[in-house]
């Protein structure tokens, strides 16, 4: 079967840096604690675990006097001062383009209501709030802009800033960001669509790639948020979308009949993962 990969599946600038920072600190030297999973890549993260990484999900199970690594979403302002509190370490892999929204939240929020259209409970959305002071609202879907507006009513501010999870749907913030303009009529809103180019640039190339082959295989961690956006980019322009996470989820594929399969990869996919698939669906 031909193979096409996308010219940008894999590992974007943010994500790469991270993971080679992590992997050098750990090589050279013993008790580094990662606040949550450097990167949602299952087998990344069990060579790093066997190599000494201690992975936690709470500051407080961080040692007071030892190294913490910041993974690229980034972590909220509190977490900073906790470590600080604690002689904690730090070292920071957050991606420049999340620690530019950070910046622009602060300063927006000495008198802006702050909106951040994303994933309620992805970690770098908290990371986005923890920089946001008390008058914030997060919008993931059409059903939460009456309440956001409702929260901002009760805040008596007249501007509005919104920003985006940098790895959310660019299709999806165009609508919420027209909803919003509609529904805050009356406030001075301004809008930052800080969706970071590599996700939209790999959504679009996705999308192009899966309207050209018989079947599409998006590759990608099931927690990485940009890789399940990929899978129903995908989705709505090839009807035989896979999204698998290592070359074990294509075994049970029937690929009889076609002739041309794409792979497109999340920002969290090492390149070995997409050689590997690649390999398997040459020989089918
Ligand atoms: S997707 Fe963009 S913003 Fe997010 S880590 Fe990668 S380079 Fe940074």
Redesign the pocket.
């Known amino acids: 079967m031909e193979v096409i990969v996308g010219k940008f599946a894999g590992f974007?600038?943010?994500?790469k840096r991270?993971v080679d920072m992590t992997e050098e600190v750990v090589k050279n030297s013993k008790d580094i604690y990662c606040l949550g999973e450097v990167v949602h890549n299952r087998q990344i993260i069990d060579k790093l675990e066997t190599e000494g990484l201690k992975i936690v999900y709470d500051i407080k199970d961080v040692p007071a006097g030892s190294k913490m690594i910041i993974r690229?979403?980034g972590e909220s302002e509190v977490i900073y001062e906790l470590a600080k509190q604690r002689n904690i370490e730090i070292l920071d892999t957050t991606?420049?383009?999340?620690i530019a929204i950070h910046n622009k939240i602060k300063k927006a929020r000495t008198d802006s209501f702050i909106i951040v259209i994303g994933e309620k409970n992805h970690p770098?959305v908290i990371g986005h709030i923890g920089f946001a002071g008390e008058n914030y609202y997060v919008i993931e879907n059409e059903d939460d802009i009456l309440d956001a507006y409702m929260a901002f009513e009760e805040t008596g501010l007249s501007k509005v800033y919104v920003v985006a999870q940098?790895?959310f749907s660019s299709k999806k913030f165009d609508i919420l960001e027209k909803e919003i303009y509609t529904n805050f009529i009356e406030a001075d809103v301004v809008v930052d669509k800080t969706i970071?180019?590599?996700?939209e640039i790999r959504q679009a190339e996705c999308a192009r790639l899966a309207k050209t082959v018989d079947y599409m295989i998006v590759i990608g961690g099931e927690k990485s948020a940009?890789s399940r956006k990929l899978a129903e980019v995908s989705k709505e322009n090839c009807e035989n979308t896979y999204f698998i996470q290592t070359v074990e989820g294509l075994k049970n594929i029937n690929f009889d009949g076609s002739k041309k399969a794409g792979i497109m990869a999340g920002?969290s996919t090492p390149d070995y993962i997409i050689e590997e698939v690649k390999k398997y669906l040459e020989e089918v």
């Not at 974007?12 to 994500?15: E, I, K």
């Not at 991606?95 to 999340?98: A, D, I, L, T, W």
């Open positions: 974007c600038a943010g994500v991270a690229a979403h991606c420049g383009n999340v770098e940098t790895t970071c180019n590599s996700t940009n920002a």
